[in-house]
């Protein structure tokens, strides 16, 4: 049937078209079916959305996504007609319905998220189904090796190592000192980080107080050629770009199929063509891992999932109970990493660092067993770590003689103290997340809290707990109502829970 | 933040607003997130979409939907703030990990999909949970009187009876004989039906070649009221409207979950107080109910939800391997179904209406045991099911001096003849359905296949086996192809099947 084309200029974030509800029924389509739209030589399949007033009987609303991939305007005429659904809804029903998914079945899936050839409705039943009916580790190398087969893929030579860390816990900015150690030591690391999303900074969004992040591939090829190593965001590398996708459906529901948690690290690892892996686990109390249990299992399949894809992997199982460093937020974590190649940083950001840096000194093979964190420790203390940052930065186009002091902090600052006498028994990371993110971050990048104190400090009342960073007094007006809400650290007691 | 408003003259489905992607970062939320929206005092809450071109810094996007709900014009200037997700999406997620949902959990994720408070990827990830995880008894019981209590509902006092197929057949239009004989029979029978989604025809569309459908529930109560009976598409009425929602998400995905399935049945029944209830489950091959165990298993849940509504419910397991009737397409069921009345429709349409109408009237009482056949056959003979027929159709503003012979049925028509001898073995109801469709049904009324033969007959080459009927030649030699690939018929022969 000929339909006379209606704009609309918006996204709607895949190929849809508007149809009127009568001309729905003389195709024999509804809602969420497919049509093929042909102009000019070119036919595309997009989704259908069914109204019965917005679009007139004859005529085909569309979106900008279909506008630009047919190179339509307004009243031009296309020919549109019902299609199949693509056969990987089939393959999704196959999941749902308890299967094993063939190779070509996963990669057949992978390539439709790429095309943007799936609803939301399907795409959030595959997540769905991965997360309630699990990956065999054979369906998890598909996975990984589809990711990686649809996105960008670089190999930068033996020696090529990287590092990961799942999340959880506030501070905790390693990556900036592993990443300078370990080129320092001779290394390749073309590390892609991401930023925030429901944290008070990712690591892509500190780095960025030091240097531009974004960058394509061809750039990072070019800067990792130049100095061994990177710190860039990889949203903007195209490196495994189906799994950006994933992670889109998987937040609003808020769930995290380990099968693709697995395929999704490793995925962008493998396409930098990393040799040697560290995965940092952090465990305990309101980090992902509940257990230690919990954590050596994910650490198994992640060693085995390397196996078969020909990374070696060494899975650390780290304390998360606890934030790692004292600054929470961009600029206060970009602080204590500038702090900490000078020597002068944080004690646990800096001890975490070298054991982590050490580890993956070893695993490559360049360091003898058990000297990996002496010569860490010996790179960072000579200031050859800091020189490396310093042209990593460069090369990323920020100023390598960037000093902690110049470092801008929020103009609005405010201290918390305590109130009674004891020794700080927990500090606790997402209440100090949620405060962080109140006070700014990560958008305001010069907000978040920066802690004074550590796990086991002997305090007194009136000594300086946290020290809250914001832009502006509303924004720090709020977090520090938070922080009186959510009393952030605790001293003294022995109480871990209170049930009834 | 304030915002101005940008306005999009079409519908998103539900509340969705669009950000630019910095005002996103600012207001710290990301897709997927909600907004509350405030203007001139009201207050609603938008899912987002983010944007970083087509809605600029300090502008809002806004669909009707919210146009409509906020009353406000392009220009206006909006509050708009981050809020929370619903709590049902927490529930939701409690399912997906496998919990056993509360009665008011599930209450709040029905009520939230009435609203359109849910996004497609969360409704998809219930429907999905809901499939693979499966439903309690409890939890039906609580999915069932929640869609009854989101809906409109109504009680015509004792003696209101229903009748249900869960479908797969093609014809089959036993509801147009049913409900006459037992209006006619003095029961009340208040029968909303659906219109066809992937089928020829949907009881709703065959009864609206006869009189109109569309009513909303005063309409509904009124036609009741004065004639016992009504034959109506449920669309429109508002009973159990969650229901309709939620089949909008299992129909491209293709699966339908058991629980919701019972529940979606026996809520569209319980809105309108019956207290009787037959089940017609067809079993066979191509049916939704592969074996009779599927099927025994099926109707024992129905038995038991029943007992928890106080709805006495009696399921009757049939042959649904083939057709039932010879028309199939709207009009010509419509044909079928009037000669019927007049006691010179097919024989098979009229058996299995008569032996479904005289179980309803042993189940409600009315009629002694083993009675209820010959009771129902002699409303038919006597000519009483179709007095009370056509007084249904003139209450629904239909003809009720129709006859068969007035039913227009599509001008181009094709009979496909036997090319050799022997006995029907089997007629196949999905390619019979798919050829149905080719020709124009459900959209165009008069298209559809009249079958000439039934399984066991014998005979000849040459002998007609059906006629094709459709609006315009173009569907009509789709329809003719379709059918000489499909072969919807076989003769003779005795292989099931062929497995290799």
């Not at 990669?107 to 959030?124: C, G, Y």
């Not at 960058?215 to 990177?230: E, Q, S, T, Y």
């Amino acid at each position: 049937m000929k339909f006379r084309v209606k704009t609309y200029a918006i996204e709607a974030g895949r190929p849809i078209v508007v149809l009127n509800e009568e001309d729905a029924k003389d195709l024999g389509v509804y809602v969420s079916d497919r049509v093929e739209i042909s102009f000019d030589g070119h036919n595309i399949v997009a989704l259908i959305d069914i109204t019965t007033s917005f679009v007139d009987e004859g005529k085909v609303g569309i979106f900008q996504e279909v506008k630009d991939l047919l190179d339509v305007r307004e009243g031009d005429e296309v020919e549109v007609k019902a299609t199949k659904r693509p056969e990987s809804v089939d393959f999704i029903r196959k999941k749902i319905k308890g299967g094993i998914l063939h190779g070509h079945e996963i990669r057949a899936i992978i390539q439709d998220i790429v095309d943007n050839n799936l609803s939301d409705m399907e795409l959030s039943a595959f997540v769905t189904a991965g997360y309630i009916n699990g990956y065999t580790m054979d369906e998890i190398v598909a996975l990984t090796n589809s990711l990686v087969e649809t996105g960008q893929q670089i190999d930068f030579g033996d020696d090529t190592v990287d590092k990961h860390c799942i999340g959880g816990v506030a501070g905790n900015r390693t990556t900036l000192l592993i990443v300078p150690i370990i080129a320092a030591a001779g290394l390749t690391i073309p590390k892609t980080s991401s930023r925030a999303i429901t944290s008070p900074s990712g690591t892509a969004d500190t780095m960025e107080v030091l240097a531009n992040v974004e960058f394509g591939i061809d750039d990072l090829k070019d800067i990792v050629n130049r100095v061994n190593a990177c710190i860039i965001w990889g949203g903007a590398v195209n490196l495994a770009p189906a799994d950006d996708k994933i992670i889109q459906v998987e937040y609003p529901l808020a769930i995290d199929p380990q099968g693709q948690v697995l395929a999704s690290v490793m995925a962008k690892k493998k396409s930098v063509g990393s040799d040697y892996v560290i995965i940092d686990i952090p465990v305990g109390k309101g980090t992902k891992m509940v257990d230690n249990e919990a954590a050596n299992n994910l650490a198994k399949k992640f060693i085995e999932l390397g196996k078969r894809l020909d990374i070696e992997v060494e899975c650390l199982i780290t304390d998360g109970t606890s934030p790692i460093g004292s600054g929470i937020g961009p600029a206060l974590e970009a602080r204590d990493c500038l702090l900490a190649l000078e020597n002068k940083g944080p004690t646990d950001l800096m001890n975490k660092s070298l054991d982590l840096a050490g580890a993956l000194l070893e695993l490559s093979g360049n360091v003898q067993k058990d000297k990996g964190r002496k010569v860490a420790e010996k790179i960072l203390v000579s200031g050859r770590a800091r020189e490396k940052m310093m042209e990593i930065i460069e090369a990323q186009g920020g100023n390598p003689e960037i000093k902690p002091e110049d470092i801008k902090l929020g103009k609005k600052e405010h201290t918390v103290e305590a109130d009674c006498k004891g020794r700080i028994r927990h500090i606790d990371n997402k209440k100090i997340s949620y405060i962080a993110r109140a006070a700014g971050a990560p958008k305001d990048k010069t907000s978040g809290v920066y802690l004074h104190v550590n796990v086991g400090d002997f305090i007194n009342p009136g000594d300086s707990l946290f020290t809250l960073y914001s832009r502006n007094n509303r924004k720090l007006e709020e977090a520090i109502r938070l922080a009186n809400k959510l009393q952030p650290i605790r001293v003294g007691g022995v109480i871990l829970d209170t049930l009834r």
